[in-house]
Nanobody, 121 residues
Framework: VQLQASGGGLVEAGGSLRLSCAASGRIFSNNGMGWFRQAPGKEREFVSAINWNGGSTYHSDSVRGRFTISRDNAKNTVYLQMNSLKPEDTAVYFC???????????????WGRGTLVTVSS
């Protein structure tokens, strides 16, 4: 399984970005997917997750109400729509595939290379 995140960039505070994560391999449509991020000097943290069919989502407190996760199983792609961005959202964002089918903050097996999001104040 390969995961490739894209869509990062530089945006002003209050702006929006949409990240995409393209997956290859059979595992995608049966697995929960998630987004994580790692800011400079900090540990990686959970951001958002979605279950196998998109019917259930789960967001961290820090992004709830601003970020939306979605998926298109026909395209093997998961998205993270980020609105009302803040400087503290600056980080490298990673997508990951979970072992199970649920939306979860733990239990991820496959990780993609990250994409950098920089939010200027």
């Amino acid at each position: 399984v390969q995961l490739q995140a894209s869509g990062g960039g530089l945006v002003e505070a209050g702006g929006s970005l949409r990240l995409s994560c393209a997956a290859s391999g059979r595992i995608f449509s049966n697995n929960g997917m998630g987004w994580f991020r790692q800011a400079p000097g900090k540990e990686r943290e959970f951001v958002s997750a979605i279950n196998w069919n998109g019917g259930s989502t789960y967001h961290s407190d820090s992004v709830r109400g601003r970020f939306t996760i979605s998926r298109d199983n026909a395209k093997n792609t998961v998205y993270l729509q980020m609105n009302s961005l803040k400087p503290e959202d600056t980080a490298v964002y990673f997508c990951a595939a979970a072992r199970g089918s649920h939306a979860t903050s733990t239990g991820y097996t496959y990780w993609g290379r990250g994409t950098l999001v920089t939010v200027s104040s």
